[in-house]
Every structure is written in C-alpha cells, then in structure tokens.
C-alpha cells in the first residue's frame, strides 16, 4: 500500500513538473513572440519618423531655395529700380551736353569758351562717374546697335566708315541709352568724260 502511494506521489511530482515545463515554455515563446512585435513596431516606428523627417527636410530646402530666390529677385528689382531712375535722369542730361558741345562750337570769345568747357567737363565727369561713357564713332565702321545713319556722303575713307558725327551718342554702364547720329562713307562716283573717241583722239594728236 506504502508503495503505491509512493508512485502516486512521484506520478504528480512528475506531472506538476511537466506543467511547470509548459507553462514556462508557454511564456517563454510568449514574451518571445511580444518581444518581436514590440521590436517590429519599434522599426515600423522609425521608418515612419524616418520618412517624415525626409519629408520635413525637403520641405525645409524648398522654402529655402524660394526664399533665396525671393531675395534674389527683391535685390535685382531694386537694383533695377535703382538704374532704371539713373538711366531716366542722365538721358534727360544728354541734352546739357549737346548744349555744351554747341556753345563750345560756336562761341567765338576764348574766355567765354573756358568757361563753358570748365562747367562741361564738370557735368561730363559726374555723369561719367555714375556710367556714362561717349560712343566712339570717328574712323570706326558702322555698327547698327550703336551708330544710326542719316546720310551718305561720297569719301576717299573705306565705305560705310564713319566720317562725321552729328550727335554724339552715349553708353550708361554698357547699354546703349542714345546711339550716335552719324553720316557714313560711300565710294566716289567715277567722272565720266563727255568727249568722243574721235575728239580725244584730235586732241591727242593736235589739229
């Protein structure tokens, strides 16, 4: 009877065991398995804040890159702007200088003359000092963007040469604001003798 008793007893000891054994493995492979979902949302988590902040970088260098450009375009507007009102107000100018180049022409009295030339060169300079820069025109072949023709003349100078100017045309900071007025080389016409062949010959011969 003792005996019986005895396998009893180890029987449950070897089935509490067992259960033991289960209930461990069950939670192993439990904390097991929520240990890989816990890992897995953790990635799925960073690649999400991964994204979003590419996406909040790409947004960042776009509103950078437009605000560079808005500054870019605010500059060259003012600067524009700024040109603009210079171009405006030296070409309102040109005609003080034709008025000097005039009066230098035609006053006669020495005196006179360098006083005008001094008042000139004084309104020149400023003028120069802010872009204005004289068309070279003498001698030089025609150009259409800086020389405007207004008349032919028959000259020993090679055709289309630059062979007087009328009104002295300017540059501001590299654009043409007036071009020269200029009268332009052409090639002499041959004289033609009214004589006969005849008549040249008596001449040549005498009587």
Same mark, same amino acid.
């Given at each position: 009877?003792?005996?019986? $008793? ?9 089935? !509490? ?14 904390? !097991? ?19 979003? /902040? ?14 560079? $450009?808005?500054? +870019? %375009?605010?500059? +060259?507007? %003012?600067?524009?702007?700024? #040109?603009?009102?210079?171009? =405006? ?7 003080? #200088?034709? &008025? ?10 020495? $005196?006179? +003359? ?7 060169? @004084? ?10 820069? %004289?068309?070279?025109? /003498?001698?030089?072949?025609? =150009?259409?963007?800086?020389?405007e023709a207004l008349l032919l003349k ?6 289309? &040469? ?7 045309g300017y540059k501001l900071k590299e654009?043409?604001?007036? *071009?020269?007025?200029?009268? /332009?080389? +052409? @090639?002499?016409?041959?004289?033609? &003798?009214? =004589?006969? *062949?005849? @008549?040249? =010959?008596?001449?040549?011969?005498? $009587?």
């Open positions: 009877m003792a005996k019986n $008793n005895h396998s009893t007893v180890e029987e449950r000891i070897r089935k !509490g065991a067992e259960q033991a054994s289960q209930t461990i493995a069950t939670e192993a492979e439990q904390a !097991g398995t929520a240990h890989d979902e816990t890992l897995e949302t953790i990635k799925k988590e960073l690649a999400h804040k991964t994204v979003t /902040l590419e996406e909040y970088t790409t947004t960042l260098k776009r509103l950078q890159a437009e605000f560079e $450009n808005y500054t +870019k %375009r605010v500059d +060259k507007e %003012r600067k524009d702007y700024a #040109l603009y009102a210079t171009e =405006n107000l030296i070409i309102k100018l040109l005609a003080t #200088l034709d &008025s000097f180049e005039q009066a230098l022409t035609n006053v006669k009295d020495e $005196n006179h +003359k360098q006083g005008i030339q001094l008042l000139f060169d @004084q309104v020149r300079s400023t003028l120069e000092r802010e872009g204005l820069e %004289r068309i070279e025109t /003498l001698n030089k072949q025609f =150009n259409t963007e800086e020389h028959e000259s020993e100078e090679p055709e289309h &040469s630059i062979i007087e100017v009328l009104q002295t654009k043409v604001i007036r *071009p020269a007025k200029v009268i /332009l080389s +052409k @090639q002499q016409q041959e004289k033609h &003798s009214t =004589n006969t *062949p005849e @008549q040249k =010959n008596k001449h040549v011969g005498g $009587n």
